[in-house]
């Protein structure tokens, strides 16, 4: 049985973590920890009390003793890290909630770590797991081979900067003072439970809102998306079998142009509401609600300050020695993700309304 601390339980990935990991470890005790901010969302963690093994906490990364006495008391031995300000656009207008949460977050879980893992209880089998982001590594050109885990880091955003300082500081714990450390790298997550300011949900919920979609430049930025139950399956492969001090790439095999998705979106987006009538009803703002195409709302917008132009993952290192490899399909998981969107509208209007100025 293990006892896991998960930060950033309430925002996106990490609860997708914590539902798939109370349903697939029952054994298990999990003790969620968020400090609620705009993507943080307290619904998240109230559907998941039936569950008896689980327990939320409002916190702050940045609070050292307290996340001392959290390890102490709950008997943590495992710690998996989400918690994060990620959004570009947010770190380019404002730069120090990145650097505060980001680098200064995780150097207070690392220092508790170390703390109570090591200097109090010598010898406990542990494992502090980092998740990072495929942006650390810079931007790639379109015939450059994808990012390794031995790409030089060239982060081009305050958001980038401060994961890849993170991810620094987590290695030098590593071999500084033996905290056995795991970190992992994505590419571009979508799902369900994403705050509507990233792109795949931000275009769904404008076009249910009759709102521009706006698409930077030309377009032609590449992404690689991975679903991000697959994301949590590759976490999940790394806690279970991964080597300590390691890095893992974790990618979608699944590179897109920003301007193609869009169009995908719009599609699947006309699709659903040609096969569910009741979908007008429900959204009588939408384009097809009134015969008209979602496309008819793409707009380009000045591009964004120093935007990256593409970032591909070789996932080979997991797929080789962790035997993972992704397995929803880009068009399947976009369905997935529609349908949960349109059948979750309180969700994201509660989040929108809150985050509103």
Not at 157 to 175: F, G, I, Q, T
Not at 219 to 226: P, S, T
């Amino acid at each position: 049985m293990a006892n896991l601390l998960v930060t950033g339980a309430a925002g996106f990935i990490g609860t997708n973590f914590v539902r798939y990991w109370l349903e697939h470890y029952p054994e298990d005790r999990l003790v969620g920890l968020d400090a609620l901010t705009y993507a943080g969302c307290r619904r998240n963690m109230d559907a998941l009390r039936h569950y008896q093994q689980f327990q939320f906490i409002h916190g702050d990364i940045g609070h050292y003793e307290n996340i001392c006495q959290i390890l102490r008391e709950q008997q943590i031995d495992t710690l998996v890290h989400f918690a994060a300000e990620s959004h570009v656009d947010r770190s380019i207008h404002g730069p120090d909630t990145f650097i505060q949460t980001n680098i200064l977050g995780t150097h207070s879980l690392l220092k508790a770590a170390k703390t109570v893992w090591l200097d109090e209880q010598p010898g406990l089998i542990h494992r502090f797991h980092h998740v990072s982001t495929d942006e650390v590594y810079g931007s790639l050109g379109p015939e450059d081979p994808p990012f390794s885990e031995t790409t030089p880091y060239a982060p081009n955003s305050p958001y980038s900067a401060s994961k890849a300082a993170s991810d620094h500081l987590v290695r030098a714990y590593h071999h500084t003072y033996g905290l056995s450390t795991t970190v992992s790298n994505c590419s571009n997550n979508y799902g369900p439970y994403q705050f509507p300011e990233k792109l795949i949900p931000l275009m769904l919920v404008n076009i249910l809102n009759n709102k521009p979609l706006p698409v930077y430049g030309d377009g032609l930025n590449v992404r690689d998306w991975l679903y991000v139950e697959d994301h949590v399956r590759g976490i999940e492969k790394i806690l279970s079998a991964g080597i300590v001090g390691e890095v893992y790439n974790i990618g979608g095999n699944n590179e897109w142009k920003n301007i193609d998705i869009v169009h995908l979106l719009c599609q699947e987006m006309d699709r659903a509401f040609a096969e569910r009538s009741e979908l007008a009803a429900r959204y009588p703002l939408a384009p097809p609600a009134n015969g008209q195409p979602s496309t008819s709302l793409i707009t380009y917008v000045r591009d964004r300050l120093g935007h990256d132009r593409r970032y591909a993952i070789n996932a080979n290192k997991m797929a080789y020695w962790l035997n993972f490899n992704p397995d929803i399909a880009f068009a399947s998981g976009l369905r997935k993700t529609i349908a949960w969107y349109l059948d979750n509208e309180s969700w994201w209007r509660e989040l929108l309304a809150r985050a509103a100025p």
